[in-house]
């Protein structure tokens, strides 16, 4: 629920400057020791009971592998502490910062990365990609629109690299292609891994080029991603959030899980349908 701790995390100007011109931003420990202690262990609980009811032909189902990437989407409405991030005072106020208010969260996953099987295996070229699929062939402007974000929190340390990092190119939000080396092995100029301590929280553009790195380290890599866009954008998940829940939630947590009066309040949205936008209104944010 949003309160005056939400007030002391607003977005800064040189945090917005940060953002704009890297695509990407740094929230150092956004999350207490206790909170990430607590959200790994329902991490974990997942990993080793994964439902089987996602029809996203990504989602790993039972059994799952243990020593395989595991990528789990759709998580909020799965444990109340996914909830609590969805508006947490660190980092949300960053959110709506950058974004504004007419927003929700329109795709979460979570993925644990333990350690890879064979050691002996040459590096790959990691997997790069610019966020949301066909949007990037089928909608025409260059550079391409923002449109939404990720948060990633990090709940394991991935402070050097080789442990499974988030790789990204600072800077490549605004460019429409990325030159991928056709060795097989090396990384785009530029490339950097993020380097993460438990705790610590990472914006980025989703037309920043990144991937997941190789973890060559003994410790399992546990991240959430919370993506948040438009409330016009339809949305990536199934978002099987139950009703009953959804009824238990406060009106903004409701908007940000998807809820609205109407299709046409996606677009041309009533108080009613934002009440993020009122609540700053409330606070002289507006
Ligand atoms: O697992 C990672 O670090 C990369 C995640 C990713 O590629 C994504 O969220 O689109």
């Not at 990092?165 to 429409?176: A, E, F, T, Y």
Request: glycine content about 8%; overall charge negative.
């Amino acid at each position: 629920m949003l309160g005056p701790q939400h007030l002391e995390h607003l977005l800064t100007d040189e945090e917005r400057k940060t953002f704009e011109e890297q695509g990407y931003l740094f929230v150092r420990r956004a999350l207490p020791p206790d909170m990430v202690k607590q959200l790994e262990e329902v991490v974990d609980w997942i990993w080793r009971n994964p439902p089987n009811d996602d029809r996203d032909p990504r989602a790993i189902h039972p059994p799952a592998d243990p020593k395989r990437n595991f990528f789990f989407p759709n998580f909020l409405w799965r444990h109340s502490l996914f909830l609590e991030l969805l508006d947490w005072p660190t980092t949300f106020p960053k959110v709506w910062g950058i974004l504004g208010w007419n927003i929700y969260s329109y795709h979460s996953h979570l993925i644990v990365t333990p350690p890879e099987v064979d050691r002996g295996q040459p590096r790959k070229t990691f997997g790069w990609h610019q966020d949301s699929g066909r949007v990037n062939v089928e909608m025409e402007s260059s550079p391409r629109p923002r449109l939404s974000l990720k948060i990633a929190y990090f709940l394991t340390d991935v402070s050097e690299p080789d442990k499974g990092n988030l790789w990204i190119v600072p800077g490549s939000h605004l460019q429409d292609r990325l030159e991928i080396p056709k060795d097989g092995v090396s990384q785009p100029e530029g490339a950097v891994p993020v380097l993460a301590e438990p705790g610590d929280a990472v914006f980025f553009d989703r037309r920043l080029w990144h991937a997941r790195g190789q973890n060559f380290s003994d410790q399992t890599r546990k991240v959430l991603f919370y993506g948040y866009g438009y409330r016009w954008l339809r949305p990536k998940d199934d978002m099987t959030i139950p009703r009953g829940l959804l009824e238990r939630c406060d009106p903004i947590r409701r908007q940000l899980l998807g809820d609205g009066t109407c299709g046409n309040g996606y677009y041309s949205p009533r108080d009613e349908d934002v009440p993020l936008k009122v609540w700053l209104q409330e606070h002289g944010l507006l």
